[in-house]
């Protein structure tokens, strides 16, 4: 069975989030929804839904909140704001493309339902029950009790990923994502080499004069997603932390959720 998420907000910065694991950030001022396949994040019985709202959406001239940069008023920043997030549960035909499934649990916020002025972050969630597909190793990733000491390692891996992306080389990243690709394509009946050779091919494209965006220790966040069981790392601001920088030849970014199975740090 395959489901996948879909999501927006209007006027409103959120994150829609499933057991967890965040799967779409969301501006408030983009063109059409945001899709993300969910079903490898599905728990057997009990699941979360949720959409937490950050704030208002960043306004003209950079500005947040309700005066422009000229110092005209630009009314209500929240006017009419809303942010939701679908589970859908795609028909066994499905190949891309529009996701319209059935729908088996929505979390909608909109600020027409908040009494008086609004309190960030805020957000809602809804709780469905559904079955987890088998196989997904990012389960049985055993994590630190105490994540932060885990750092210097973890930070040392991630070098190693963005020092190989600038020389050319696919490999790394490829193997490091491999596990999670194939429990996947294994549960929702694609070929696992044909995914691998398509990202490999599509990572030696950008690849191809790609200068990251460099970052120190201390601009790395840590935050453990998944309950515990992996971790989203990220740049300070929140912004993926391998992604192109002034002077690349492509734009490149990419999201990491790693965690630890058999010692060694792989990418979910």
């Given at each position: 069975?395959?489901?996948?998420?879909?999501?927006?907000?209007?006027?409103?910065?959120?994150?829609?989030?499933l057991?967890?694991v965040?799967?779409?950030?969301?501006?408030?001022?983009?063109?059409?929804?945001?899709?993300?396949?969910?079903?490898?994040?599905?728990?057997?019985?009990?699941?979360?839904?949720?959409?937490?709202?950050?704030?208002?959406?960043?306004?003209r001239?950079?500005?947040?909140?309700?005066?422009?940069?000229?110092?005209?008023?630009?009314g209500?920043?929240?006017?009419?704001?809303?942010?939701?997030?679908?589970?859908?549960?795609?028909?066994?035909?499905?190949?891309g493309?529009?996701?319209?499934?059935?729908?088996?649990?929505?979390?909608r916020?909109?600020?027409?339902?908040?009494?008086?002025?609004?309190?960030f972050?805020?957000?809602?969630?809804?709780?469905?029950?559904?079955?987890?597909?088998?196989?997904?190793?990012?389960?049985?990733?055993?994590?630190?009790?105490?994540?932060?000491?885990?750092?210097?390692?973890?930070?040392?891996?991630?070098r190693?990923?963005?020092?190989?992306?600038?020389?050319?080389?696919?490999?790394?990243?490829?193997n490091?994502?491999?596990?999670?690709?194939?429990?996947?394509?294994?549960?929702?009946?694609?070929?696992?080499?044909?995914?691998?050779?398509?990202?490999?091919?599509?990572?030696?494209?950008?690849?191809r004069?790609?200068?990251?965006?460099?970052?120190?220790?201390?601009?790395?966040?840590?935050?453990?997603?998944?309950?515990?069981?992996?971790?989203?790392?990220?740049?300070?601001?929140?912004?993926?932390l391998?992604?192109?920088?002034?002077?690349?030849?492509?734009?490149?970014?990419?999201?990491i959720r790693?965690?630890?199975?058999?010692?060694?740090?792989?990418?979910?």
């Amino acid at each position: 069975m395959m489901y996948a998420i879909k999501a927006d907000s209007r006027n409103v910065r959120a994150t829609a989030s499933l057991n967890d694991v965040p799967l779409a950030s969301l501006t408030g001022t983009n063109v059409g929804n945001v899709i993300e396949f969910a079903g490898r994040w599905l728990e057997d019985g009990e699941n979360r839904l949720r959409i937490t709202v950050h704030g208002p959406s960043v306004l003209r001239g950079g500005d947040p909140g309700f005066v422009g940069s000229d110092g005209q008023p630009l009314g209500s920043a929240l006017d009419e704001a809303e942010a939701w997030v679908q589970v859908h549960r795609l028909p066994p035909d499905f190949t891309g493309g529009e996701v319209n499934g059935e729908v088996v649990a929505e979390a909608r916020w909109r600020i027409a339902d908040v009494q008086g002025e609004p309190t960030f972050p805020t957000g809602a969630e809804n709780r469905f029950l559904a079955a987890a597909l088998p196989g997904m190793r990012w389960r049985n990733s055993r994590l630190p009790a105490d994540p932060a000491s885990a750092r210097p390692q973890l930070i040392a891996w991630l070098r190693g990923l963005a020092a190989s992306l600038e020389q050319g080389d696919s490999n790394a990243l490829v193997n490091a994502a491999e596990p999670g690709i194939r429990d996947t394509c294994a549960a929702i009946g694609q070929n696992a080499d044909q995914q691998l050779e398509g990202f490999r091919a599509m990572l030696q494209d950008e690849a191809r004069g790609l200068r990251l965006l460099p970052f120190r220790d201390e601009d790395v966040r840590i935050e453990p997603i998944a309950y515990g069981r992996l971790l989203l790392c990220s740049r300070s601001d929140g912004t993926p932390l391998l992604r192109a920088g002034p002077g690349s030849a492509t734009d490149f970014e990419i999201e990491i959720r790693a965690g630890m199975i058999s010692n060694g740090w792989v990418m979910f």
